[in-house]
């Protein structure tokens, strides 16, 4: 497609991890032409009443790299999550790779770091990742080239990453029955949200896209690979030719009904340090703050 550096004729390998604590899926993107492989959008298991991590989604990852002898190259943030912490850190620190997201994450930074009062030692300049990218940019999985798109609404840093025949949405659209992310975050914007959307719609309608959440909407059982198409003909909130004005109506009553996420609170803290933990206090122990009326 012109304007789109990629070649979107390559059928990437695509292996699903689905966490049913947090309606998440990871995904293992291998280069059919060699053992490189990217993980996109990570998961931490926390309990959350008991403030403690485990790395069981994770570990499955790593074993997965191990049994099939794959090479991580990179671990990919589609976007800052806000309902489930990145493992990124602890699969990079067992199987490499190089942590990426985009360079809006700055903006991120420097909005939850004062909700959450990180002070001035708190770095706000996407130094916590490996890779910044911008709108246009592209990185090399082995043979394969990726192309990024800035797709925002949900949140300033979100990014769609195409690779191949597959474009990662991260949580920008749903399934067709499940519609779009919400857009009342700080940083939020519907409008963004629905323009965003619209670049996606804009690609190829071949083009398989694979979605960070599904929650089974009227118990149908869990998905997560629709096409451009489906989502142009069919999606709830913007399949047909929803026009603008309709979407941001939709989208802000329906986000004035929504609660916020379990694991808001520790995921921003978390997430926006690119997985990692705050500083440990004098006595080796880390915290997390709850800030009161904050969110």
């Keep these: 497609m012109t304007g789109y550096p990629v ?3 390559v059928t990437p390998d695509v292996k699903s991890f689905f966490d049913p604590a947090t ?3 990871s995904y293992v993107v291998k280069d059919p032409g060699s053992q490189s492989c990217a993980v996109i959008d990570t998961v931490m298991d926390m309990d959350y009443a008991a403030g403690r991590i485990t790395h069981e989604h994770a570990d499955e990852i790593i074993a ?3 049994d099939n002898k794959l090479d991580l190259e990179w671990l990919i943030e589609t976007h800052v999550h806000a309902d489930h912490l990145s493992a990124a850190p602890y699969i990079q ?3 490499g790779g190089k942590i990426g997201i985009s360079k809006n994450i700055t903006v991120i930074q420097d909005t939850f770091g004062k909700v959450f009062n990180e002070g001035t030692e708190f770095r706000r300049d996407g130094s916590q990742f490996d890779k910044l990218l911008d709108d246009g940019d592209k990185y090399m999985i082995g043979t394969m080239a990726v192309f990024v798109i800035h797709t925002p609404g949900h949140t300033p840093a979100c990014m769609t990453h195409v690779i191949g025949n597959a474009a990662f949405v991260g949580d920008t659209l749903f399934m067709p029955d499940g519609g779009s992310a919400r857009a009342d975050f ?3 914007d519907a409008g963004e949200l629905y323009d965003s959307i619209q670049k996606i719609l804009s690609l190829p309608d071949h083009l ?3 979605i960070c959440h599904d929650y089974g909407p009227n118990g149908r059982d869990i998905r997560w690979e629709t096409s451009v198409a489906e989502e142009r003909a069919n999606n709830i909130h913007v399949g047909g030719g929803t026009s603008r004005e309709d979407f941001i109506a939709m989208r802000t009553a329906r986000d004035n009904t929504l609660e916020m996420p379990t694991l808001i609170i520790p ?3 978390v997430n926006m340090r690119g997985g990692k933990m705050p500083p440990e206090d004098e006595d080796g122990n880390t915290f997390l703050k709850v800030p009161v ?3």
Excluded: A, D, V, W
Aim: proline share 4%; no cysteine; glycine share 12%.
């Design 64 to 66: 997965y790299f191990r």
């Design 93 to 95: 620190e067992k199987i």
């Design 186 to 188: 700080p940083g939020g």
């Design 267 to 269: 995921s921003l803290q």
């Design 7 to 9: 070649n979107m004729n």
């Design 293 to 295: 009326n904050g969110l």
């Design 23 to 25: 309606n998440t899926i």
């Design 208 to 210: 398989r896209l694979f």
